[in-house]
């Protein structure tokens, strides 16, 4: 995760905003749940915050013992027609924001998919950019 996410988190966070650090055998049991592997940007993000968010934005992520909110996520949108290769960061209930895992080793690139279309567009290039943005924005609009 760039340091400008780090500096606005810093910044802008308010207490529980997010669940807290992650340990890996908790990424790697949703992973296998899920057969996948997560893309290393969003996987440093859910180490270090597990998940939530700053002023509005709630990525969705692991919580430890109380289970994922990603995982849960992600088996409702792939009932729903979503791809078994994608993982849902963020659920903004009309359409999510999903990553590609089959690009995992050159981190995924971030996707719009709601279930109308059935087909992913490319938003982001990295989980960061998409990070970054979406922060940003929220900020603004605080």
């Known amino acids: ?7 606005m988190i810093e910044e802008y966070q308010e207490e529980k905003d997010f669940y807290g650090t992650i340990k890996n055998e908790d990424i790697n049991k949703i ?8 893309p290393e940007q969003y996987r440093a993000f859910i180490l270090e915050y597990g998940s939530g968010g700053i002023c509005g934005v709630d990525i969705e992520g692991i919580e430890g013992e109380l289970g994922s909110s990603m995982l849960q996520a992600t088996i409702r949108y792939r009932e729903l027609g979503l791809a078994s290769e994608y993982i849902v960061v963020y659920d903004l209930g009309d359409y999510v924001v999903c ?22 567009e490319v ?12 922060f940003q924005e929220a900020i603004d609009n605080y």
């Open 99 to 120: 990553m590609d895992t089959n690009q995992a080793g050159e981190d995924s690139k971030v996707y719009s998919w709601e279930r109308t279309s059935n087909n992913p």
């Open 123 to 134: 938003r982001y290039e990295t989980f960061d950019q998409f990070l970054e943005d979406y």
């Open 31 to 38: 992973e296998k749940e899920l057969a996948i592997k997560i």
């Open 1 to 7: 995760m760039n340091q400008k996410i780090a500096d």
